[in-house]
């Protein structure tokens, strides 16, 4: 009876613990920082101006919108040709992942473009990855072309087919297998 009884306010204890820490982050969480000074520079030689909405502006221009990512995306498709045509296998699936991620990541920043790209997100990538892991130049090398109609078209959907995507000419890194 008594370890009952005990096990009971241990219960109630504990509960009322949990709520008092609970209620502690919730009022420090709640503070607004009314009383703290966000408008200090900050970055290198203090580039970063204003209040803290300001500087997330002003972080947000600096990324861009889905330009950015296609300027990435367009050096990691030269660097998926030349994986291929090295057959260095692990660089062409390390090149296609970091493609599909810097589409994702330019899609959170310009949603408007999702409608196209999910085409390409959805059967492009998988089917290049496909046709990767067969380890096979000349199935590389089919894909690889299908791969480049689908940017292509991507880019009509976008109403800029004047983006016309061709396989590279010069090998821009010096990553060889």
């Given amino acids: 009876m008594v370890h009952a009884l005990f096990l009971v306010q241990y219960k109630a204890m504990n509960r009322r613990l949990f709520f008092l820490i609970v209620c502690s982050f919730v009022i420090v969480s709640c503070d607004k920082g009314e009383t703290r000074d966000t408008s200090t520079d900050s970055g290198k030689d203090g580039w970063l101006k204003g209040n803290e909405e300001e500087k997330f502006d002003v972080i947000a221009n600096q990324l861009r919108g889905f330009d950015m990512a296609m ?6 498709y030269n660097e998926l040709f030349w994986a291929g045509a090295d057959q260095n296998w692990e660089y062409a699936r390390y090149q296609l992942k970091k493609i599909r991620l810097t589409i994702e990541n330019g899609l959170e920043r310009r949603p408007k473009r999702s409608e196209s790209a999910q085409d390409f997100l959805n059967n492009s990538i998988p089917e ?4 990767i892991n067969l380890e096979d130049t000349a199935n590389f090398n089919m894909g690889f072309s299908l791969f480049t109609n689908a940017c292509n078209h991507c880019h009509a959907k976008e109403n800029v087919p004047f983006f016309n ?3 590279p000419i010069n090998r821009q890194s010096p990553i060889r297998k």
């Fill in 71 to 76: 300027a990435e995306t367009g050096y990691r």
């Fill in 128 to 131: 290049m990855e496909r046709v």
């Fill in 165 to 167: 995507v061709r396989p």
